[in-house]
């Protein structure tokens, strides 16, 4: 676990009555996580690491930001997470061809609040509302 120390940037917000304080930490302090790429951070709001994308979430600065912006301006509203789970069969629609496929995690949001979820056979997350299951 890394120490506070560790930590690359700290960042508060403030907006009218609410206030969000982050904490973003180096992929590299996780160097057996196969997504921890160099650039890449991992961000603690309060006490709770964002697990949007899995236990273990890696973001860019711009998409860190841009999650903690929304946040503070209450974009994102809680809806039920989509009826998906690991493991499921999905066909995922790539452009002009369609392909079986399964899930590797359950959905999640990404940073723009929209459900995703990791499929076999892709390294970026598809968007949820583009699979037929």
Not at 9 to 23: C, G, H, M, T, Y
Not at 73 to 99: I, M, N, Y
Not at 107 to 131: H, K, N, T, Y
Request: net charge neutral; glycine share 8%; hydrophobic share 40%.
């Amino acid at each position: 676990m890394p120490k506070t120390s560790d930590k690359t940037l700290s960042v508060l917000i403030r907006n009218q009555d609410k206030s969000i304080n982050a904490e973003l930490f180096p992929a590299s302090l996780w160097p057996d996580r196969t997504l921890a790429e160099e650039g890449l951070y991992r961000l603690r709001i309060g006490k709770a690491w964002w697990t949007g994308a899995g236990k273990y979430t890696f973001l860019s600065l711009p998409d860190a930001f841009e999650l903690l912006r929304r946040l503070a301006c209450g974009e994102f509203v809680e809806e039920e997470r989509p009826a998906l789970s690991k493991g499921a069969r999905v066909r995922v629609v790539w452009g002009d061809c369609t392909g079986p496929c399964i899930t590797a995690t359950p959905p999640f949001r990404g940073v723009d609040g929209r459900w995703r979820v990791f499929v076999s056979g892709r390294e970026e997350p598809a968007l949820v509302e583009e699979l037929e299951w």
